[in-house]
Every structure is written in structure tokens, then in C-alpha cells.
């Protein structure tokens, strides 16, 4: 008898953001804040392997340490896709799937590294289960694991409002970015906690943030309660007016016009601001590769 060749990988990238701007612009009564950010998508990130499995068990490796597997977004957007199209339709034969993870940003950094790779896991399941579930059904799933996953579903660099799911394209410039993270944990939930955090930042339209560009209200706190932090931008501000923090931190960014240009400013930084250069993209790559695996 002839064996089956094994069912094949799919191999997608799960690419960084910055965020360019980030306005806190009130706060829900349900402990929410509302914003308004400019997410611009980078070629650059982690990339995850996907293995169909004949049986309905989905593993990942390697463990990340210090993230319990019930807390990795990974296994929970994987998890979560099985039971929505359970609950759709009961009679669906879904397999398994081995998940290896090559993590190349920083944990923590401001990067979406964990949204990224959740949303490239929705993605990709759909794909190799064949669900043909539409990107807003994906994008939805994904608000329930996190605010920022529906904009990497969706795919494009955005203008983001309300808890950062309102979603609007944008058509950024072309541009290079030397990342820089600073060792240090920045906790989210503490900043958008903390009593000193600005929440009034009146709102702009997205003509405003073309014209004039945007802040971040988490970088002045960030930078009182983490010196590495506030180090790090001290020592960018030399190389470039554009200068800030992505995120609640830790890494910030500049912008260069040429990738010689960035590498040169990456060659000078210190030993304790570990970094990339990246190219802002428009169209997140994991859907060029999934184009480019519809061809094959």
C-alpha cells in the first residue's frame, strides 16, 4: 500500500507595528480606554510554522518562558477558531495542528508580537481547516483576544478609534525604522492604570495626523517610571527629530529615509539597546504569502 505524504506546512510571518501616534482620548465606564492610533505594519517579525495533525490536538513550540500555555495567544486564537466553527457547524471534520514559533521580536516591546502572531494563527487555520471564514469574522474573533489582533487580521497599516477595532486603511510613506528595546518590562495594564496617565487628548481627524503627525500619551509617564526607557529616546534624539516610544513601550523608533541610513545609526547604538531596521509596509507580508502559496 502506498503511504500518504504527510500533510504539507504553511510557513507565514507575523509582522511588528509601531504605533505613530497614540491619543488616550477618554476612558468607557467599563475601565476601557478610548484612543485614536496610527498603526503602521513593518516587514519584520516573528514566523510561524503550521503542521496539520491527523487528530484534533493543537500544540506549540517552543514555550515562551514566563507565559503559561493558557495565557500565549497563539494556543487561545487557535483554541477559540476550533470552537466558533464547532458552534457554526458541529459536523466539520477539523484536524489538529503543530505550531512552531520562531520568536524574533522582544516580549513586551510595544511590537505586537502576540497579536500579530494570534491573528497570523487565525489566519492561517482558516486557510489550512478550509473554513473560508470572511476577514471580519476572523477580525472579530480576534477583538476577543485583544485589541490590537483585527488590525493584523485586516492586513493594512490603519487609523485605529474606540478601543483600537474601528479601523480605517491608510496609505502611509515609505520609510525605514531603526527599533530600539530598551531591557526593561513596561506593563501595560500599569500605565493605562496609573493615576498620571493623560486621558483628555482632544480628538484629530486623519487628515490632521497626515498633516501634523501625532504623540504618544503613554511616553511621558513611561518615561518617568522606566529610566531605560527615557535613556534610549535621549540617545535616538541625537540621530533624528522623529524619535518616540511604540506603544506603552519598551521599544521606540525613528524614521529614516534609507536603510543605510538606519543600519548606520543601528551600528552606533550601545550594547544595552538591542535593535532592527525595518521598512514600513502599507499591506501586512503574511498576505503576500499567502498569495504566493495559491499560486504554487
Same mark, same amino acid.
Given at each position: 500500500?502506498?503511504? +500518504?505524504?504527510?500533510?504539507?506546512?504553511?510557513?507565514?510571518?507575523?509582522?511588528? +507595528?509601531?504605533?505613530?501616534?497614540?491619543?488616550?482620548?477618554?476612558?468607557?465606564?467599563?475601565?476601557?480606554?478610548?484612543? &485614536?492610533?496610527?498603526?503602521?505594519?513593518?516587514?519584520?517579525?516573528?514566523?510561524?510554522?503550521?503542521?496539520?495533525?491527523?487528530?484534533?490536538?493543537?500544540?506549540?513550540?517552543?514555550?515562551?518562558?514566563?507565559?503559561? !500555555?493558557?495565557?500565549?495567544?497563539?494556543?487561545?486564537?487557535?483554541?477559540?477558531? &476550533?470552537?466558533?466553527?464547532?458552534?457554526?457547524?458541529?459536523?466539520?471534520?477539523?484536524?489538529?495542528? /503543530?505550531?512552531?514559533?520562531? %520568536?524574533?521580536?522582544?516580549?513586551?516591546?510595544?511590537? =505586537?508580537?502576540?497579536?500579530?502572531?494570534?491573528?497570523?494563527?487565525?489566519?492561517?487555520?482558516?486557510?489550512?481547516? &478550509?473554513?473560508?471564514?470572511?476577514? *471580519?469574522?476572523?477580525? *472579530?474573533?480576534?477583538?476577543?483576544?485583544?485589541? /490590537?489582533?483585527? #488590525?493584523?487580521?485586516?492586513?493594512?497599516?490603519?487609523?485605529?478609534? =474606540? $478601543?483600537?477595532?474601528?479601523?480605517? @486603511?491608510?496609505?502611509? @510613506?515609505?520609510?525605514?525604522?531603526?527599533?530600539?528595546?530598551?531591557?526593561?518590562?513596561?506593563?501595560?495594564?500599569?500605565?493605562?492604570?496609573? %493615576?498620571?496617565?493623560?486621558?483628555?487628548?482632544?480628538?484629530?481627524?486623519?487628515?490632521?495626523?497626515?498633516?501634523?503627525?501625532? +504623540?504618544?500619551?503613554?511616553?511621558?509617564? #513611561?518615561? %518617568?517610571?522606566?529610566?531605560? #526607557? /527615557?535613556?534610549?529616546?535621549?540617545?535616538?534624539?541625537?540621530?533624528?527629530?522623529? *524619535?518616540?516610544?511604540? =506603544?506603552?513601550? *519598551?521599544?521606540?523608533?525613528?524614521?529614516?529615509?534609507?536603510?543605510?541610513?538606519?543600519? =548606520?545609526?543601528?551600528?552606533?547604538?550601545?550594547?544595552?539597546? !538591542?535593535?532592527? #531596521?525595518?521598512?514600513? $509596509?502599507?499591506?501586512? !507580508?503574511?498576505?503576500?504569502?499567502?498569495? /504566493?502559496?495559491? +499560486?504554487?
Amino acid at each position: 500500500m502506498t503511504q +500518504k505524504p504527510p500533510p504539507p506546512s504553511l510557513d507565514l510571518p507575523a509582522p511588528a +507595528k509601531l504605533n505613530l501616534c497614540l491619543h488616550i482620548t477618554g476612558r468607557r465606564p467599563d475601565g476601557y480606554h478610548t484612543l &485614536q492610533t496610527a498603526f503602521q505594519l513593518l516587514d519584520y517579525g516573528d514566523w510561524l510554522r503550521f503542521t496539520p495533525r491527523p487528530d484534533r490536538q493543537i500544540s506549540l513550540s517552543p514555550a515562551l518562558p514566563g507565559f503559561p !500555555p493558557e495565557d500565549n495567544l497563539i494556543l487561545r486564537a487557535a483554541r477559540r477558531l &476550533q470552537s466558533v466553527v464547532r458552534q457554526l457547524n458541529p459536523s466539520v471534520a477539523l484536524t489538529g495542528v /503543530d505550531i512552531e514559533l520562531d %520568536k524574533r521580536l522582544p516580549l513586551g516591546g510595544g511590537l =505586537g508580537g502576540g497579536s500579530s502572531n494570534a491573528a497570523t494563527t487565525l489566519l492561517a487555520l482558516n486557510e489550512l481547516w &478550509q473554513l473560508n471564514l470572511p476577514v *471580519a469574522q476572523l477580525q *472579530a474573533i480576534g477583538l476577543e483576544l485583544g485589541a /490590537d489582533v483585527p #488590525v493584523f487580521v485586516a492586513g493594512h497599516s490603519a487609523w485605529a478609534e =474606540g $478601543v483600537g477595532e474601528q479601523l480605517t @486603511p491608510l496609505t502611509l @510613506p515609505s520609510r525605514w525604522y531603526l527599533v530600539l528595546t530598551p531591557r526593561c518590562e513596561v506593563s501595560t495594564a500599569r500605565i493605562f492604570c496609573h %493615576k498620571d496617565l493623560t486621558r483628555d487628548t482632544a480628538p484629530i481627524t486623519v487628515a490632521a495626523f497626515h498633516e501634523q503627525g501625532g +504623540k504618544n500619551d503613554c511616553q511621558p509617564l #513611561v518615561r %518617568k517610571l522606566h529610566p531605560e #526607557v /527615557d535613556n534610549a529616546l535621549i540617545w535616538l534624539e541625537n540621530f533624528s527629530s522623529t *524619535a518616540q516610544m511604540s =506603544g506603552t513601550g *519598551a521599544s521606540v523608533f525613528a524614521a529614516f529615509d534609507s536603510e543605510a541610513e538606519a543600519n =548606520g545609526i543601528l551600528s552606533r547604538a550601545p550594547s544595552e539597546l !538591542p535593535g532592527f #531596521v525595518a521598512r514600513g $509596509v502599507n499591506r501586512s !507580508p503574511v498576505y503576500q504569502a499567502l498569495t /504566493d502559496r495559491t +499560486k504554487d
